[in-house]
């Protein structure tokens, strides 16, 4: 059995995980807090041990098996073809290498790819987007990041930029966004937004459970603690995740009158809030989008909580090196 | 010589031309008005005489010339496979065999595209997109048509619903578009909602030379009058050009922050603003869009005025001939 390591480094966690090149199954997968605060070179040390360690577990309980690569999601923008990372704004990294660091440190080809684009890459080969030829991938986590699979492959744009789909205004005069324009979808239905449309109407004196759970101090909201208290059934909580999901819904109507997708696959934590979060969203979507490209859309949760960007990097790894992206070792060779 | 009929139908006008295969010019090109409340039946029959007059035209000024077939631009939305018209508001046909209806008429094989597919087309193969992988096309008339090429193809979605970059939400509470959505890109800046914005600002008593221009009857302004009197430094049209950029910058920016596009290309009267509607459009683009998409990203007007649909609609013939989207006429072979 071959295996590709799969690398999904995000804001909060590390996840490394073997992946079978068929896409049939995982082996060992390992998970750590980022530390993003210690930096680069830090942070790439534990992720060659953790690395490390995945690789020697896979080798060792099956003696037949063999590691062909090492695929790498990463928050963009990054050049696929060069293995930079241009910028991180949660993990301030600036023009780093990380494709040849890691295939250096680890001693396998490696490539490099955006995170979010790993996430519906990995639910279109084995999850919820299985068998589509357009779909798309909306990860709801510190931020939006969005994903985009047409005509059966990752549409990475002219430059490696495209489908920043929670970077698109849904209030031209809206709240400012941390990428600088107004409105932006991630202002409001990120996991902070939430929390932060959360903390406002408690702060104007709508009673929630969600103060006590945050142990009295608004600052400690966050977005899980609003998922809990709406499957409590607390109003306030109910609230911030219907208006969840009509942000949501108007952003996907927009994607759906632009893609015509045969599915759309949210990620992320937010999809806990279950049939609360996802029956008001498809309704806000059929609302407004174009019933022939509304009948032709499924609009679902992610089926790899947890693995979809590894998934997805392993899958990545195996198209962009049959595309000639891939970056080898210093020493020249894979490692036996 | 081989020829390819282009077909552009219009909620204003419809065009037919004779393209050459190869996409090197354009023979005859005949316009007439399309009078849509006379119905379908009225309007094909038109369109027969207007399409035959072009063959005849092409065909007696060139012995050798031949005409392979008819491809068709119409507003959708509609079916490539079975061509079939499913909706066109602005028309009001409905459940229309329209190249079925062609094919018989005039003794060709035929295909049918969406209109603001094939302007777009038409730009990428003989205009303003020459040579891009991937483009987008934005073409202001009475409504916002959107079009899409990646990988250097026309891009359809699921069921060719695709690229309705006007139906998209600017303003989640916004203005009611005509599609039943709110704050769409449509509802501020398409011609009659240009217009209607002028309207607006005379009609809370800004002295403007539009009320003139208009024979005194708000009513009778138009985006022409704007863009005339915008020519002429009028205050309140040069205050609705640049209202215009900014709501098209805010839309265009959230394509480029999906697509990342080699080049944009604005198309329809609007155009005629020129640098008053451009420098401000590309302005607002640059402070709402990630620097690396806009840096990747031109934004120009389209360079086959009034013909950009005829040779996309012939463009697209040739590429739904050979995905085997064709229509062949009844009496089963096409005409000598």
Known sequence: MRYVIGIDIGGTNLVVGAVREDGSGLGTVLSQPTRSEEGPDSVLARLTIIANTVIEETLSKQPEAEVIGV????????????????????????????????????GYPATLDNDANCAILGEWWQGAARGAQHALGVTIGTGIGGGVITNGALYHGASDCAGELGHTSL?????????????????????????????????VGEPSVMLEHAGGDTARITAEIVYQAAQAGDNVAL????????YLGTGIANFVNIFNPEVVVVCGGVTRAGERLFAPLRQEVARRAFKPAVAACRIVAGELPGTAGVYGAAASFLQLRDAGKIGIPA???PRA
Chains 1, 2 share one sequence.
């Not at 979808?185 to 702060?203: K, T």
């Not at 609230?239 to 009509?246: F, Y």
């Open 171 to 203: 209030d031209l005069q809206g709240r400012k966004c941390k990428c600088g324009n107004y409105g932006c979808l991630e202002a409001y239905a990120s996991g902070p937004a939430i929390a932060l449309r959360a903390v406002e109407a408690i702060e």
């Open 71 to 106: 695929g790498i999601g990463a928050p963009g923008p990054l050049d696929t073809s060069s293995g930079v990372v241009f910028l991180t704004p949660n993990l301030a990294w600036v023009d780093l290498p990380l494709r040849q660091r890691m295939a250096d440190a680890l």
């Open 239 to 246: 609230e911030v995740v219907r208006d969840t999901a009509r």
């Open 331 to 333: 020493q020249g060779m």
